[in-house]
Antibody, heavy 119, light 106 residues
Framework: QLQLVQSGAEVKKPGASVKVSCKAS????????ISWVRQAPGQGLEWMGWISAFNGNTNYAQKFQGRVTMTTDTSTSTVYMELRRLRSDDTATYFCARGATPADAFDYWGQGTLVSVSS | SYELTQPPSVSVSPGQTARITCSGN??????TYWYQQKPGQSPVLVVY???KRPSGIPERFSGSTSGNTATLTISGTQAMDEADFYC?????????FGGGTKLTVL
């Protein structure tokens, strides 16, 4: 069955970087893209950006430009999201979600990865 | 910048109809998507392209749009429908989410 399985929780210090993975299975990986959406504790959803699994093209939210990098590994059907220069307000659960384009619905979601940033 | 506005909370009695709105400038000219999120879980798509329902989503969930407002309607609301609901749209190369609405089934 279709699944997006994310890597485990992370604890980081301010200024560090984090790289979260999202392994896809059960569908044609290169036919879709993956968006990353985060949710701070008790808060709403925030879109970070999207990457095409077909050609690696990216579309980052302006807020994260210069601080986020999304990549794909088609050999393992895995998408990565790296966020640099972490701050305490980056503490959130990070979700990957499948979408054919960034303008399309997110029809399948990963289980989420909690990233905690604290000194 | 473009914003989507949702009421923070909506309450409904079991068996009644719940309506959750999402407002944005010329939202009717864009596709609206709706997600349900229960505590500790990932969001689930319940309506896409304004009015379509993914397979596996109960028929009691429906979407509509008019002018600047999109509406998610839950007919015959059940206790299991209690959750946070988010609308989503695409504007100027950016995905936007509404602030979310907590649906309470009293």
């Amino acid at each position: 069955q279709l699944q997006l399985v994310q890597s485990g929780a992370e604890v980081k210090k301010p200024g560090a970087s984090v790289k979260v993975s999202c392994k896809a299975s059960g569908y044609s990986f290169r036919s879709y893209g993956i968006s990353w959406v985060r949710q701070a504790p008790g808060q709403g959803l925030e879109w970070m950006g999207w990457i095409s699994a077909f050609n690696g093209n990216t579309n980052y939210a302006q807020k994260f430009q210069g601080r986020v990098t999304m990549t794909t590994d088609t050999s393992t059907s895995t998408v990565y999201m790296e966020l640099r220069r972490l701050r305490s307000d980056d503490t959130a659960t990070y979700f990957c979600a499948r979408g054919a384009t960034p303008a399309d619905a997110f029809d399948y979601w990963g289980q989420g990865t909690l990233v905690s940033v604290s000194s | 910048s473009y914003e989507l506005t949702q009421p923070p909370s909506v309450s409904v009695s079991p068996g009644q109809t719940a309506r959750i709105t999402c407002s944005g400038n010329k939202l009717g000219n864009k596709y609206t998507y709706w997600y349900q999120q229960k505590p500790g879980q990932s969001p689930v798509l319940v309506v896409y392209q304004d009015v379509k329902r993914p397979s596996g989503i109960p028929e009691r969930f429906s979407g509509s749009t008019s002018g600047n407002t999109a509406t998610l309607t839950i007919s015959g609301t059940q206790a299991m429908d209690e959750a946070d609901f988010y609308c989503q749209a695409w504007d100027r190369n950016t995905v936007l989410f509404g602030g979310g609405t907590k649906l309470t089934v009293l």
